[in-house]
């Protein structure tokens, strides 16, 4: 059964970084599918990157600003925050899937909070 632990939120002022670090446990292939969701206070969660064994994807939003990174031999992921704004704030959520092959899977942790002030 794969877990995932955030690490990595805080408080910082607009214009400032973070860097998240989600780590997994379990049995994890490269080619599994691992990224950062968000949510903020009254809306949806909503992607804001994700890497596959193919090609990386990131929010319209976060581009140029944000970069999702893996270690496969560490089974984590890293979020780079830079130039963060306060509408960057909310719960981010590391996500770790696999959807072929005999055993699938859709795990999130449990979530960091990022708050971004003005």
């Known amino acids: 059964q794969v877990q995932l632990v955030e690490s990595g939120g805080g408080l910082v002022q607009a214009g400032g970084s973070l860097r998240l670090s989600c780590a997994a446990s379990?049995?994890?292939?490269?080619?599994?599918?691992m990224g950062w969701y968000r949510q903020a206070p009254g809306s949806q969660r909503e992607l804001v990157a994700v890497?596959?064994?193919?090609?990386?994807n990131y929010a319209d939003s976060v581009k140029g600003r944000f970069t999702i990174s893996r270690d496969n031999a560490k089974n984590t992921v890293y979020l780079q925050m830079n130039s963060l704004r306060s509408e960057d704030t909310g719960v981010y959520y590391c996500?770790?899937?696999?959807?072929?092959?005999?055993?699938?899977?859709?795990?999130w942790g449990q979530g960091t909070q990022v708050t971004v002030s003005p």
């Open positions: 996500n770790a899937r696999r959807v072929r092959g005999s055993i699938t899977y859709n795990t």
């Open positions: 379990g049995v994890i292939f490269s080619s599994d599918d």
């Open positions: 890497s596959s064994s193919s090609s990386t």
